[in-house]
């Protein structure tokens, strides 16, 4: 058996050690500003590819990175592995249940923000094929079917980081942005394995095609039915006899790279059946939040920076940048998605600000978008111009999709959440324990005043808790619903000594408590308050002041003399 030599394994570690180091480190800086980590990480293989390091000092370029040989072969194995866990987390943030929960909704979204775009850039690609860049030897179909999918894929995990970044995750709006954006992944990955199948097959006929997507869908629906009901019935048996976390962990990660195996053995990409084992996984009640989290974070901080850094090293940048392409791609990409992603909202009969916040939010491409890239480049149906042009397609779309939603949501609210409150709707001393009696406490005050029915309005609130909890973490909880035959919106304040477990993502428990109650007819009072108050509440510095308060007044002098937004 070969074996690496020693400079083989110096170089190894030389270059993991330094790729890896520039990856977390611009990463963690691109995060500061308010951007998606993987820019950094790009960043990084751009400074130590040929696009910079290769351009000032070629020597140590080659010394580090050789483009052939056992450690170019290293790396890459290291990269595919990398993608492969990357693509199960991806998979494992799939809430298939969340699609159904959202109703025609997020159906709708889902639906138009992959027809318009697929349509677009199937018609574009067949249109005009040259000016995109097909390579000679790229069947035209392939390459239309690439363009089409590249253009209507959306990034899951960037929406669902900008909502969370925005304290909208778990807001009306962000579950059904996130509905409809998991239905879009499900299908774009669909028809990304299938054209990923036919990238390595020369010769697509029609026959092919057929066989191709009928082994896709057999794949998906074995996957996500008998080995969803596997892997919910073996996961507490992994739990009651190994040590925790990781047997949980061994587990995941083997079944993940035995999933890619069997999708790569059946002729679609490997990729692909890691991404469906990741959601098998991920639909099962069994699996521990804190597991989730632990897989989370040892791919995105170790696997996954290694991945997007590797691309940087494929290509010079500089000398594949063509200006009228990028600005063909993006330009294309951004109207068709948006387009697809406001007219889905309205045909789901969500107001026009709402659908706007949809739109961009659906926008989001990031590291799916390159991850398609990548594998095009290497079978060679895209040139190295078009996976430029994607790639900064992915990271512009990913930039502006936060900052467009802020300014959408920004000129919603008129009135002020300090403008709405009053002394007869705060309780000083929220007496209850957990967060249904803390609901029955606080609607009791507004029935006073209103005549509406209490069991009516508990009962929405409730229910709408049920469906996903309203505790957005740094001690805040925000239960709402939105009532018929109420007039104008009304805001309740509770305040919690001990604390309530409002199922917070950071685990904390909720002092401060805002209901909320908006008129049925007002689509857009819920959304702007619940995003003003989050704003305010982002400094947790204002959970510890809102603790000390002695009455109303000291409330509403901490409301008011709080910084409001986003910063930019």
Same mark, same amino acid.
């Given at each position: 058996?070969?074996?690496?030599?020693?400079?083989?394994?110096?170089?190894?570690?030389?270059?993991?050690?330094?790729?890896?180091?520039?990856?977390?480190?611009?990463?963690?800086?691109?995060?500061?500003?308010?951007?998606?980590?993987?820019?950094?990480?790009?960043?990084?293989?751009?400074?130590?590819?040929?696009?910079?390091?290769?351009?000032?000092?070629?020597?140590?370029?080659?010394?580090?990175f050789p483009p052939t040989g056992p450690n170019a072969i290293a790396l890459d194995a290291?990269?595919?592995?990398?993608?492969?866990?990357?693509l199960m987390v991806a998979g494992i943030e799939v809430d298939?249940?969340?699609?159904?929960?959202?109703g025609p909704k997020g159906l709708k979204i889902g639906i138009m923000s992959i027809l318009i775009p697929f349509s677009c850039g199937l018609a574009a690609a067949l249109i005009l094929p040259d000016v995109l860049g097909r390579p000679e030897t790229s069947p035209l179909l392939v390459f239309s079917l690439f363009i089409a999918t590249a253009l209507s894929i959306s990034a899951l995990p960037v929406i669902a980081k900008?909502?969370?970044?925005?304290?909208?995750?778990?807001?009306?709006?962000?579950?059904?942005?996130?509905?409809?954006a998991i239905l879009n992944d499900l299908i774009g990955w669909i028809i990304f394995a299938i054209i990923l199948a036919l990238m390595g097959n020369p010769g697509v006929t029609a026959d092919s095609v057929v066989f191709t997507i009928g082994m896709t869908l057999a794949f998906t629906v074995l996957i996500l039915t008998f080995g969803r009901h596997l892997i919910h019935k073996s996961l507490p048996f992994v739990q009651a006899y190994t040590r925790w976390p990781g047997g949980e962990l061994s587990f995941a990660v083997v079944l993940a790279i035995l999933g890619a195996a069997l999708s790569e053995l059946i002729g679609i990409h490997a990729i692909f059946g890691a991404f469906l084992v990741g959601a098998a996984l991920g639909d099962s009640s069994h699996l521990k939040e804190r597991t989730r989290f632990t897989i989370d974070h040892f791919v995105s901080f170790i696997f996954a920076p290694i991945f997007f850094a590797s691309i940087g090293l494929k290509v010079n940048f500089m000398e594949h940048f063509d200006f009228k392409m990028v600005a063909l791609v993006f330009i294309l990409a951004c109207f068709c998605k948006i387009a697809g992603g406001v007219i889905g909202a309205r045909w789901a009969?969500?107001?026009?600000?709402?659908?706007?916040?949809?739109?961009?939010?659906?926008?989001?491409?990031?590291?799916?978008?390159?991850i398609l890239g990548v594998m095009a480049l290497e079978a060679g149906i895209i040139s190295h111009s078009l996976f430029v042009a994607l790639v900064v397609m992915a990271l512009g779309t990913s930039m502006i999709s936060g900052p467009m939603i802020r $300014?959408?949501?920004?000129?919603?609210?008129?009135?002020?959440?300090? =403008?709405? #409150?009053?002394?007869?709707? @705060? *309780?000083?001393?929220?007496?209850?324990?957990?967060?249904?009696?803390?609901?029955?406490?606080?609607?009791?005050?507004?029935?006073?005043?209103t005549g509406l029915d209490k069991n009516l309005i508990e009962a929405a609130v409730w229910e709408r808790e049920l469906s996903l909890s309203t505790g957005i973490g740094k001690g805040l909880a925000l239960p709402h619903?939105?009532?018929?035959?109420?007039?104008?919106?009304?805001?309740?304040?509770? $305040?919690?000594?001990?604390?309530?477990?409002?199922?917070?993502?950071? =685990?904390? #428990?909720?002092?401060?408590? @805002? *209901?909320?109650?908006?008129?049925?007819?007002?689509?857009?009072?819920?959304?702007?308050?619940?995003?003003?108050?989050?704003?305010?509440?982002?400094?947790?510095?204002?959970?510890?002041?809102?603790?000390?308060?002695?009455?109303?007044?000291?409330?509403?002098?901490?409301?008011?003399?709080?910084p409001r937004g986003w910063p930019f």
């Open positions: 058996m070969e074996t690496l030599s020693h400079h083989n394994i110096l170089v190894m570690l030389l270059s993991l050690g330094v790729l890896l180091a520039a990856a977390r480190i611009l990463g963690e800086l691109a995060q500061l500003i308010k951007q998606p980590a993987v820019v950094g990480e790009l960043l990084a293989g751009i400074l130590l590819g040929p696009t910079i390091l290769g351009t000032l000092s070629p020597e140590l370029s080659l010394f580090l290291i990269a595919t592995l990398a993608i492969i866990l990357f298939l249940s969340s699609i159904w929960r959202q900008t909502l969370m970044d925005m304290d909208l995750y778990r807001s009306d709006l962000g579950m059904v942005v996130i509905s409809a009969l969500m107001s026009r600000k709402e659908a706007w916040a949809t739109g961009f939010a659906m926008n989001s491409r990031g590291a799916m978008e390159i $300014i959408i949501l920004r000129y919603q609210q008129h009135l002020s959440v300090a =403008d709405m #409150l009053t002394s007869k709707y @705060f *309780l000083h001393r929220l007496q209850a324990s957990n967060p249904k009696e803390a609901i029955c406490e606080m609607v009791e005050l507004p029935c006073r005043t619903a939105r009532i018929e035959g109420l007039k104008h919106a009304i805001i309740v304040v509770g $305040i919690s000594k001990d604390g309530i477990d409002f199922d917070a993502p950071d =685990d904390k #428990l909720a002092h401060v408590i @805002f *209901l909320i109650l908006t008129p049925l007819s007002d689509a857009d009072a819920q959304l702007a308050i619940a995003s003003e108050i989050s704003g305010i509440f982002r400094n947790e510095s204002m959970l510890e002041k809102a603790l000390k308060i002695k009455n109303f007044t000291d409330f509403m002098a901490l409301l008011r003399t709080a």
